[in-house]
């Protein structure tokens, strides 16, 4: 580690899962660190951990060992009600498989993250109808999702995801039900709000989209080949 | 978009689940409505039914002397100074506090009269009063006496004295119409001679005099005895007794039939909670990786419970207007067909006012565990789900 102050610190961090007897050590002891405005993919075959890491930096996944300290906060020191707290301010997720919510339009999806932050109708639509536009679905905003194209929902996805403003933007394989062109826009996407100053961490067992990053974090067997 | 928008759209767009939600509210509501209408019609029914058994209070003068007879064989002791209650005083049962569970004031004049040289035992009544009591009276030819100088003869007395209806008769001097003869009834009228009060009073000298008076009374909330001592205050010179039998035994059918209601209403209500419970359990886990986005997204637990309760106040709510609107409709089409002649009570806002209350507060119950366990869903097992 070097005296520079980063976004995400990683230190010692361990996660292991007991099931019955069996014992699986799904991150074993990594350290790494994400700077601000980066752009990061976890890359590594499946069942090697990269999901659970990444649950683990969205404060979603209590780490058995190991400290994680985004913005010099210790984010598991928190309760778990403080980490939602956290979850709403300083992270936008992406979620395999789109995750929306079925019986929310277009604009009621990307509005959602915005339920719990007390901001006015006005100003949610406002910042709604912004991400919607910059995604490319403004004549679709009152469509349910089944009305929609895959990439189309990865794109409602996405503006969920940035709606708020997040510093940091975690995906997770966001192209991997998307054929290849437009998992090619898709990476363009979320490369563009990297140029605008998000943190963007993108989970992924496809070499393609090494391309679109800054650099690469490999994940193997539970441990991190920065 | 507030919290509540997300119930609301919820709710709205998923109507198809929503209903198999409310159902088990629907039918529990909708039960226990049918139930508690249907048995107040009974109860009305019963009532009615059982007012028709005749007299369940009797006041009779005061006397000194113990009675010869029983089972209707007298057995001498002859009684010349009869004594007699003021017809004019009678009003003042209306008046006791419990007037309103006086349904019929039966009051008589009895003595002997001669017809056709033979000595008859003459009874004045209001036929009116009579008839409403004395169901089991049928006449076995000619209408009920209507004026004055008619009378009607007990069937042993017509076959006596060789008279039918429409045959003229001197009463004690004092000439009369044979409106009607009854049908035997096993009981004393069928040796009588009955007549308007008014002409008997004047015939036997009696005017404005009472031999006794029969009440029919039913009173759901207070013993029976309670109103006798009422009567009894109003009237120190009478005795007044009640036949206690036939009014416990109209209690208790009453009570027994109020109880397997109430009972059947628990079950009903006990059933429809647990239904409530499942559906909402199967909700809740159904909605498992929805909960996990919730959370991903930065909502807290209270949030998830927050959601989920709302939509159970709100099924809550469309619950029990259904079910009070399908359990008026049952007991609607139901109360003809269970109770001969019965017609449907009507609409009780109350009763819609306390279902609803109470399909909301079985909703939330039924909710408050599922809602629980929703909101501490831990966020990365419920995210395992996507």
Known sequence: MTGVKHLIEVHGLKKTYQSGDSRVEAVRNMDFFIDDAEFVTLMGRSGSGKSTLLSILGALNHPTGGKVLVDSLDIYALTAEQRADFRSEYIGFIFQSFQLIPYLTVLENVKLPMAVTGRKKKVQDRM??????????????????????????ERVAIARAIVNKPPLILADEPTGNLDSKTAGDIMGLLKSLNSDGHTVIVVTHNPDMEAYAGRTIRVRDGECFV | MKLHNISFSNIRRRKGRMLFLVLGLVIGISTVVTLLSVTDTMTRDIEAKLNQFGANIVMVPKTENLALNYGGIDVGGVNYNVPELEEAKLTEIRTIQNSKNISIVAPKILGPVIINEKRVLMMGVRFEEEIALKTWWHKSEGVFPQKENEVMLGSEAAARLGVKTGDSLLVSGTPFQVAAVLSPTGASEDNTVIAELGAAQRLLGKEGKISMVEISAFCQGCPISELTLQ????????????????????????????????????????????????????????????????????????????????????????????????????????????????????????????????????????????????????????????
Do not use: C
């Not at chain 1, 349910?144 to 189309?152: A, F, I, N, V, Y």
């Not at chain 2, 909402?280 to 998830?304: D, K, Y």
């Open chain 1, 128 to 153: 709604a109808e912004d991400v919607i536009e910059r995604v490319g679905l403004t004549a679709k905003s009152l469509r349910l999702p089944d009305q929609l194209s895959g990439g189309e929902q």
């Open chain 2, 231 to 386: 009567i009894a205050e109003k009237f120190p010179e009478a005795k007044v007794t009640a036949m206690k039998q036939a009014v416990l035994s109209k209690m208790q059918s009453i009570e027994m039939f109020q109880s397997f209601s109430f009972g059947v209403s628990v079950i009903v209500i006990l059933i429809g909670s647990l239904l409530v419970f499942v559906t909402m359990m199967g909700s809740v886990n159904e909605r498992t990786r929805e909960i996990g986005i919730f959370r991903a997204i930065g909502f807290r637990q209270s949030h998830v419970m927050q959601i989920i309760l709302l939509e159970a106040l709100l099924l809550g709510i469309i619950g029990g207007i259904l079910g009070f609107a399908a359990g008026n409709l049952t007991a609607w089409g139901l109360v003809p067909m269970i109770i001969k002649d019965g017609t449907f009570a009507g609409i009780d806002l109350r009763l819609g006012a306390v279902s609803i209350l109470m399909a909301v507060a079985l909703s939330l119950l039924a909710s408050l565990y599922p809602a629980f366990k929703a909101g501490n869903m831990d966020p990365s097992e419920a995210l395992r789900a996507l």
